[in-house]
């Protein structure tokens, strides 16, 4: 059964790209408050002016990056006056590798021996031929905050975006950053589980074919990451369940499925936990 099921390349699945964190839908569900409020900061770079900077925080897994790439792309889409560089701290965590992310952006290309001084001195024209928004996401990874202070002092039309986790780490700024940036501030609130539901709702009839998941089911995954607090383990959820349909040849998820998916979440949990513990 098995062979005949793979033989005739059939899947669930109709977008399994659906369930991925980076995955950008058309509408984000009850974050539209959030979005008008980053929207309203942006607003003053259509005209040239300087944007408000926004500093973003809130628990994992509720929708800030999300929020941020979504307008983002609706920019790039719309708009051909306005740069958006978005700037992963895990990934970029000093001031040198985080002007080397902007000058790949930007497409500048520069000698091997140049410092983090000469590199900003030449592309600050290049940038302020432009008006920018600076995300930096979990910004509380920054080694230094070198380069923040060179953007403010700097660079002309631009808006910072700071998102972190934690709404204390804005304190522990060096005075001369905090005197400049005077952000605003936005807290993405946790969804609650009706909202939870809709959004894993959503995400599943990109992700599936129609009647692959019933209600019960996906209404156990949203109890489960609702329990949480984080829709990317919704979206683990999702995945996983599907797999370990397709894995015995099913072409719907059942209640099993979901279960299995739930335990292999909480072994991994376990593990990270023990991990972290040593």
Request: with cysteine.
């Amino acid at each position: 059964m098995i062979k005949d099921f793979l033989a005739g390349n059939e899947t669930i699945f109709l977008n399994d790209i659906a369930l991925s964190y980076d995955f950008i839908p058309k509408e984000i569900p009850h974050r539209e408050n959030e979005h008008h409020y980053i929207a309203t900061c942006i607003k003053p770079l259509f005209i040239n002016r300087n944007g408000k900077n926004l500093f973003i925080f809130g628990s994992p897994g509720i929708g800030k990056t999300l929020a941020i790439k979504s307008i983002f792309k609706e920019l790039e889409e719309t708009s051909d006056n306005i740069l958006t560089f978005y700037i992963n701290c895990w990934k970029h965590n000093t001031t040198y590798k985080i002007i080397l992310e902007i000058c790949s952006l930007i497409n500048y290309k520069f000698a091997v021996d140049k410092s983090s001084d000469e590199i900003l001195k030449n592309i600050k024209p290049i940038l302020n031929k432009n008006s920018i928004i600076f995300c930096f996401d979990e910004a509380d990874k920054l080694e230094n905050h070198n380069i923040l202070y060179f953007i403010l002092e700097d660079i002309y039309k631009k808006t910072i975006i700071l998102i972190t986790n934690e709404n204390s780490w804005i304190n522990k700024l060096d005075n001369r950053i905090k005197s400049r940036l005077y952000s605003e501030l936005l807290e993405f609130r946790a969804y609650n589980y009706e909202e939870t539901y809709d959004i894993l709702k959503k995400r599943s009839e990109y992700a599936f074919y129609p009647s692959v998941i019933n209600k019960e089911a996906l209404e156990l995954i949203a109890k489960k990451t609702f329990e949480l607090q984080d829709i990317r383990a919704g979206l683990y959820l999702l995945k996983e369940s599907g797999n370990l349909a397709e894995s015995k040849s099913s072409k719907k998820i059942s209640l099993e499925d979901v279960n299995n998916a739930i335990k292999k979440l909480q072994e991994f949990q376990i593990k990270d936990d023990s991990e972290i513990n040593k």
